[in-house]
Every structure is written in structure tokens, then in C-alpha cells.
């Protein structure tokens, strides 16, 4: 079989297995599980295939590029093309592993959910069209399988559809995420027109030739469509509350789809935006204060997904300074690594929100001995935030100091792909996150699993398909980062490896981050005893999924608010002193589109339907009620006697008589 024939299973085979999924889900649901984790297990295994046969099994083969004519437009033609290069062919394998074990981690997590089989054909029409984007070679094909995704998010965001929670945080991705799109697909059609296609290849190729002649204006364009989609400031405020899915979904989300939709598009054309500086510059002002201010964020956040959420938020916007300064290599690198180490953080997250029986690290700070009851969750969490945390030698410090040697490298001229101030931005930022990030991680880990008090209810043990596949994904987090000599060719990059300057930097600032949260709980925790448990409702025995639903309803009923808890005892507190609410409402952005926007727009709608209600069907109902009177006045003459008529006619034939004598008269 060629290798452009297997490459075109590795979207397909997760499609087909959606298709039959949803046909066979209720007539057949014994098909369903192997439905869900097959596809995208061969598909892992495909990819993987293709990746050794593109790269010739170190990473510098020529791309594969094969295309057909889908159909004639009479202008710009759109052609159902191929295009896999090393960097692609490595994101394909991440986002395939990655749906594979959340599939696998589903069949215990919702294994008595009613809604299982639309659920998991949801994962595999999302993993389908993830690698549709990958591997697509024209823009308007890959803009098919970017819009899938958004369609799906919010299925599967609204899972839970009967708390209210989940059903606003399904609308609110969906509307943010198509805000942004209105400008990604104005830039897509700016940058056919200046270039004559679609596809890939021939765009590259015209902005090799200089022939962009808006470069400024298409890369903002598609920069406002990629803050939507990979969650950066200012579009990011969806994904914190799209945390009311269920834990796997929020796993395949933040790790291999959807947010790295965006960094792979930017990665993908990054000649486009290397045309022009500012686009640049802006690119790493918003990622700048999506790394920082996450950060600061997810030091805040009691619930334990929304730390991660907020994390990742953070992560993305390193991806995104990486691009600022030209680097595409460490972007990519990050990605990837990120991918693994923080679809084991949400995937551990599910375990111990199911042995805990909550999702606030409040109450979690409360109970003695979480960590020996779920040890699997424990180790493997513990390895992912260490990754998270960049202290070598785990994935996350490779890749890291690939973002921080490529903006040192761009802030001190020795890199003319962008200017100078992209590197200074990105490289403060980037430093500061590193301790911001350090700290959260730190204070998530003692929260978690140095808790103190007596010892939670026995929520029942996690099934196997749940443990298993922390393991499979703590590997990766802990070697990924050793490939960095061999990874390198794949990427497009001349060296990843890290500098002694940023090495020493990072991981002392990242140091300094976990020991000063560490201190504060220390002198806090003595605290805890005066505040009680509160959020903590699901039953014994109950299922993963059932544990997580409980959980999010009774965090706000105990709290009032969803975000954040009123506990003394919490280290971020007294880190962020009376920045700690703001930081723990997001900064109220939320507030502030609610008064930019939506109260400025259901205004207007109010006036339209005032208007409409009282102004146009005013005029309606006059028309109508005129028509009504004026057939009741003639309805009133139509008598059926005959003498009635003959005596009208009569009076009218005298009426008529004397208007005429008196018109003779007066003339």
C-alpha cells in the first residue's frame, strides 16, 4: 500500500468509526467500545507508518504532496490535497496516541453513561477532523476540518447538558470560537486572492516570491482567528469554563486538538506571518500577556481542571511567542511535548476528582491519605508537573528552554526572522511564566495530595482502562524531551537544545517558584482546620462521570462561585495578596465583554423588537384593521331585502339629480 494511501486512512478510519458508531450505537451496543478505541488505535499505528516513510526514518525525507481537483470554482480552485512534512507527521502521531487513550480512558469513565455511543462518535469525528487539519495541503479543506471541530466542541462541552453549567460553557466556546472565525475566513480569502490558491505549497511559494501584497493585513486577520481557536488573549475566556464537559473531552481538547489547531496553522504558514514584522510584534504582545496573566490565573483557581485549563492557556501562549520569533521548530516541539504531559494532568485530574468526590483542591487540602488511596494518579501527576514545571529532566524542560533559546536568540540579533523587541516580549514573559508556572504546579500537587484531616469516603476504585492509561501517557512525559537530538531534522529546526544561559535561568526561576509556594503552604496550612470541607458530594461507589457532575454542582452551592473558594488556607492567596479575587474571576473579563458587548447588543435587539412589535406591526395591524371596517361598512349594506336595495338606488338617483341641477345652476 503507498504511503499516500495510508496517509488518507489516518483521518478516515476515526470518520467511519464515528459513522458506524452513531448507526450502531443503539441497535448493536456491544460494537460501541470497539467502534470508539480501534479506529483511532490504527490510525496511531498508520500514522506512525507514514511518519517513517515520509522522514526515511530520520526526519529529513521530502514531503508528500498529492492533490486532486475536488472541484472547479471559476476562480480560485480548491483541491483535495496532501501535504505531510516531518512536523506534521509527528502531530498526527500526538493527536491519534492522545484520542486513542482518551477512548480507551471513556470506557471506564462513562461506562454507565446512557449517552456513550453519540459520545464517543463525537471523539472520533473530532480526532477525524484534527487530522484533517494536520494533513490537509489546502486551506480551504483544512478550513473543513477546523469547523468540524468547533461543531464538536460543543457537543461535547454540553455533554452534561442538564446542569446549567455545561450547557452555557457549550455556547460560550461555540460563539467565542466562531468570533474569531468571521476573521480567519476573511483572511484565507484576502491571502487566495494575493497569492491564486489554496493550496499550501503554491502559498508558500508566492510569499518566497514577495507576492503578498497585504501581508500586514491577512496575518492580523488570521491571528484573530487563531486567538479564538487556540484560546489566547483576548478570545481565551472559553476555555476555563469549558472545564463542564466531561474530564477526558477536556483532555483531547487542550492536549492534541481544537487549542493546537491554531498553533499548528500559524506553524504551518509561518512565512506568512514572518512577512510582516508587525503582525509579529503583535503576535508576541498577545502571547506575552496569555502567558502571564494565565498563569497568575491558574495560581488562583480552585477547581482543579480550571488550574489546568488556565495552564494551558499559558502553555499555548509559549507556542505562540516561539512563533512570534520565527522559530517554528520549538513551537512544534512544545506542542507536542505539552500534548502528552497535559492529557495525563486532566486524565489524572478525572481519577482523583472521582476518589476525592470533588473538584476543589479546598476540600482536596483536607483529607489525609488521597495520594496512597489513587498512587497511579499520584506518580504519574506528579511526573506530568514536573514536566509542566520544566525541571529537567522531564519533556517540559526541553521543550521550554526551545521557546526561551529561540527568543534569546531573536532578542539579542542573532535571529532576523523578527525583530528584536518579538524577543525581548517573548523572553521576559517567558522567564516570569516559568515562575508563575512553578508555583501553580507546586501549589496544585501539596493541595492535592499532602492534604491533611481525616481521610476521604471510599468512592470506589478506578477502573483499569483509567490507571493504564496515565502510565502509557507518563512515559512520553518523562523521555519525550531526550529525542531532542533526534527530533530536531523532523521539525524543520537547526537545534533544540537547550543554552546553559536559559537552562540556568528557567529552571531557577522555576526553583524559586515551587519553594516559595512551598513556604506559603507551609505557614498556611495551619489554617485549614477553620474552614470546612464543603464541596465534596458524590456518594460512595459512584461512577467517574456521575463524581465529576456532583462535584461541579455542589462547588458552587458551597462556595458561590465556581472558580474560586473562601479558604485561608490556600497558598495562592496568600501569594497574590488582594490580587487573588481578580486573578481568581480572570481578570473579570467576562464582565467586561458583558458590558462592551452583550449589553450593548441585547439593547439593541430590545430596540429592534420595539420597534418591530410596536412601530412596523402598527402599521400592519392598521392596514388590516382599516380592510376590517371598511368590509364591515359594506358587509352592513348587503341586506339580501329587495325594497333596501331599490330604496338606495332611488335615494342615490335623487342625490345624483340635485348634484347636477346644482352644478348647472352654479355654472
Known amino acids: 500500500m503507498t504511503t499516500t494511501t495510508l496517509a488518507v486512512l489516518v483521518p478516515l478510519l476515526p470518520f467511519l468509526g464515528a459513522v458506524a458508531g452513531l448507526l450502531l450505537g443503539r441497535k448493536a451496543p456491544g460494537f460501541v467500545r470497539p467502534l470508539a478505541v480501534l479506529p483511532p488505535l490504527a490510525a496511531a499505528v498508520l500514522a506512525a507508518i507514514v511518519a517513517v516513510r515520509q522522514s526515511d526514518g530520520h526526519g529529513t525525507g521530502a514531503p508528500i504532496d498529492a492533490a486532486t481537483r475536488l472541484t ?38 462513562l461506562r454507565a453513561d446512557a449517552r456513550y455511543p453519540s459520545y464517543a462518535a463525537l471523539v472520533s469525528l473530532f480526532t477525524s477532523a484534527m487530522l484533517l487539519v494536520v494533513y490537509s495541503g489546502d486551506l480551504m479543506v483544512l478550513l473543513v476540518g477546523w469547523e468540524i471541530m468547533g461543531i464538536c466542541s460543543y457537543f461535547l462541552v454540553g455533554h452534561y447538558w442538564e446542569t446549567p453549567e455545561a450547557r452555557a460553557a457549550s455556547l460560550k466556546a461555540f460563539l467565542v470560537t466562531k468570533l474569531g472565525d468571521v476573521p480567519f475566513l476573511l483572511g484565507l480569502f484576502a491571502l487566495a486572492v494575493d497569492t491564486g490558491t489554496f493550496r499550501i505549497t503554491g502559498v508558500l511559494k508566492s510569499v518566497a516570491d514577495n507576492g503578498l501584497d497585504h501581508p500586514t493585513l491577512i496575518a492580523l486577520l488570521l491571528i484573530a482567528g487563531v486567538a479564538g481557536k487556540s484560546a489566547q488573549f483576548p478570545l481565551h475566556t472559553w476555555l476555563p469554563d469549558a472545564m463542564a464537559g466531561p474530564t477526558p473531552v477536556s483532555a483531547l481538547i487542550h492536549a492534541a486538538t481544537m487549542v493546537a489547531a491554531g498553533i499548528y496553522f500559524v506553524a504551518r504558514l509561518l512565512p506568512v506571518f514572518a512577512a510582516s514584522a508587525a503582525a509579529l510584534v503583535v503576535l508576541a504582545v498577545l502571547a506575552a500577556i496569555t502567558m502571564v496573566g494565565s498563569a497568575i490565573a491558574a495560581l488562583a483557581q480552585d477547581d482543579i481542571k480550571r488550574v489546568l485549563a488556565y495552564s494551558t492557556i499559558g502553555q499555548l501562549g509559549y507556542m505562540s511567542g516561539a512563533l512570534a520569533v520565527g522559530d517554528r521548530g520549538a513551537a512544534v516541539f512544545h506542542l507536542i511535548s505539552h500534548g502528552a504531559f497535559k492529557a495525563l494532568l486532566f486524565l489524572g485530574a478525572g481519577v482523583i476528582i472521582h476518589a476525592a468526590g470533588t473538584n476543589s483542591l479546598a476540600a482536596m487540602s483536607r483529607m489525609g491519605g488521597l495520594a496512597k488511596r489513587v498512587p497511579d ?12 514545571a520544566a525541571i529537567p529532566p522531564f519533556a517540559g524542560f526541553f521543550s521550554k528552554e526551545a521557546v526561551l533559546v529561540a527568543a534569546e536568540h531573536t532578542a539579542l540579533g542573532e535571529s532576523r526572522i523578527a525583530p528584536d523587541i518579538a524577543g525581548w516580549t517573548v523572553l521576559v514573559a ?3 511564566t516559568a515562575l508563575l508556572t512553578a508555583a501553580y504546579a507546586t501549589r496544585l500537587w501539596l493541595l492535592a495530595f499532602r492534604g491533611r484531616g481525616a481521610e476521604a469516603a471510599d468512592h ?18 518523562l523521555a519525550f524531551g531526550l529525542t531532542v537530538g533526534v527530533i530536531a531534522p523532523w521539525l524543520g529546526a537547526h537545534s533544540l537544545t537547550p543554552t546553559l544561559t536559559t537552562s540556568v535561568l528557567g529552571t531557577g526561576v522555576a526553583l524559586v517558584g515551587g519553594l516559595i509556594t512551598y513556604g506559603s503552604w507551609s505557614h498556611t496550612t495551619a489554617l485549614a482546620a477553620r474552614t470546612p470541607i464543603g464541596a465534596v458530594a458524590a456518594h460512595p461507589d459512584a461512577e467517574p462521570a456521575l463524581s465529576e457532575v456532583e462535584a461541579m454542582a455542589s462547588h458552587t452551592a458551597a462556595y458561590g462561585d465556581i472558580a474560586s473558594a473562601p479558604d485561608p488556607a490556600d497558598p495562592g492567596r496568600l501569594l497574590l495578596g488582594r490580587l487573588h479575587p481578580h486573578a481568581a474571576a480572570g481578570f473579570h473579563l467576562d464582565a467586561v465583554y458583558r458590558t462592551l458587548f452583550q449589553r450593548p447588543v441585547q439593547g439593541a435587539a430590545r430596540l429592534v423588537r420595539f420597534l418591530d412589535r410596536e412601530v412596523v406591526d402598527t402599521y400592519v395591524r392598521g392596514a388590516g384593521t382599516g380592510t376590517r371596517w371598511l368590509g364591515a361598512a359594506v358587509r352592513g349594506a348587503q341586506t339580501g331585502n329587495v325594497q333596501t336595495y331599490l330604496g338606495a338606488l332611488l335615494a342615490g338617483t335623487v342625490v345624483l339629480a340635485i348634484a347636477a341641477v346644482l352644478v348647472a345652476a352654479g355654472a
Open 460 to 477: 470506589g476504585k478506578q477502573p483499569l482502562s483509567m490507571n493504564a492509561v496515565l502510565w502509557v501517557l507518563a512515559v512520553p512525559s
Open 72 to 109: 472547479p470554482t471559476g476562480s480560485v480552485p480548491i483541491d483535495l490535497a496532501l501535504y505531510i512534512d516531518g512536523f506534521a507527521a509527528l502531530v498526527a502521531i500526538l493527536v491519534a496516541v492522545v484520542a486513542t487513550c482518551v477512548q480507551i480512558y471513556s470506557t471506564g469513565y
Open 430 to 432: 517567558g522567564l516570569l
Open 377 to 388: 494518579a499520584y506518580w504519574t501527576m506528579t511526573i506530568a508537573l514536573l514536566a509542566l
